[in-house]
């Protein structure tokens, strides 16, 4: 038996704008890597997953309206 344990960095998220630091997860919910951006935590979080949609994706409109502030 293989022991699969895999360890999960922390995420570093600050109050208001900032470099935050987020975790990147698949839809399966598998942890993918991390990503440091730069803005709210909201727009952070939408950074990360815009990054694996495509522009066809209805999803990606509405994180890119987050990540732009409206």
């Known amino acids: 038996m293989t022991d699969?344990?895999?360890t999960i960095p922390?995420?570093?998220?600050?109050?208001?704008?900032?470099?935050q630091t987020v975790n990147?997860?698949?839809?399966?919910g598998n942890y993918v890597r991390q990503?440091?951006?730069?803005?709210?935590?909201?727009q952070a979080r939408a950074r990360a997953?815009?990054?694996f949609l495509h522009d066809t994706n209805p999803r990606w409109w509405a994180?890119?309206?987050i990540i732009i502030g409206h």
């Open 63 to 65: 994180l890119r309206k």
């Open 10 to 19: 922390a995420e570093r998220i600050r109050p208001g704008v900032g470099f």
């Open 49 to 51: 997953e815009m990054g």
């Open 35 to 42: 990503l440091r951006c730069y803005g709210t935590e909201e």
């Open 4 to 6: 699969t344990a895999q």
């Open 24 to 28: 990147v997860f698949d839809r399966a």
